[in-house]
T-cell receptor
């Protein structure tokens, strides 16, 4: 079974600075997908970024980018120019690719990010 | 476009009561899932469905039932509520395994 580990329960960043959130995972599969989700106080789960394991290029979405290290099974999220609205809980998630029966997402326990003005 | 909708948003039950959490999506997605979120535990999969008429168990299925008679709806039934089922419940859907899941707004359930 796949596992996702987010070892830092909390992090803090100064507004306008850059912060990196760590995530590692364990799998024996070669083809899979990785996601970062944001959960603000409203409770809504919002997709931040998505990475396909077969792609070597790191995904980027505006101020959000990932550092995907497949051999190390590491998938960190970098937030540049942090804004107050980035304060939320962030979840790293893994999804198997090859079979519809394994289409479930496996989540890490999350990290709470606070942004200091 | 409503996306994924869940009702109710809040619910209080007494131990032993039964109820159904409703979930619907209007995106014609094949895949639907139910998760529960507990403090310090992340989201854990309860049940999921890969299409109408097909469901399977996730990580924490005990005490819950599901069915999928239509593509749009995926209700979650609590058979006999227990305090351990106090949690926030999320329904999610996606086009296929290759795509991100879209989440509903969640239901906060308290069992006393």
């Amino acid at each position: 079974a796949q596992t996702v580990t987010q070892s830092q329960p909390e992090m803090s960043v100064q507004e306008a600075e850059t912060v990196t959130l760590s995530c590692t995972y364990d799998t024996s599969e070669s083809d899979y997908y990785l996601f970062w989700y944001k959960q603000p106080p409203s409770r809504q789960m919002i997709l931040v970024i998505r990475q396909e394991a077969y792609k070597q290029q790191n995904a980027t979405e505006n101020r959000f980018s990932v550092n995907f290290q497949k051999a190390a099974k590491s998938f960190s999220l970098k937030i540049s120019d942090s804004q107050l609205g980035d304060a939320a809980m962030y979840f790293c998630a893994y999804r198997s690719a090859p079979s519809g029966a394994n289409s479930k997402l496996t989540f890490g326990k999350g990290i709470t990010l606070s942004v200091r003005p | 476009n409503a996306g994924v909708t869940q009702t109710p948003k809040f619910q209080v039950l007494k131990t032993g009561q039964s109820m159904t959490l409703q979930c619907a999506q209007d995106m014609n997605h094949e895949y639907m899932s139910w998760y529960r979120q507990d403090p310090g535990m992340g989201l854990r999969l309860i049940h999921y469905s890969v299409g109408a008429g097909i469901t399977d168990q996730g990580e924490v299925p005990n005490g819950y039932n599901v069915s999928r008679s239509t593509t749009e709806d995926f209700p979650l039934r609590l058979l006999s509520a227990a305090p351990s089922q106090t949690s926030v419940y999320f329904c999610a859907s996606s086009r296929s395994f290759a795509y991100e899941q879209y989440f509903g707004p969640g239901t906060r359930l308290t069992v006393t």
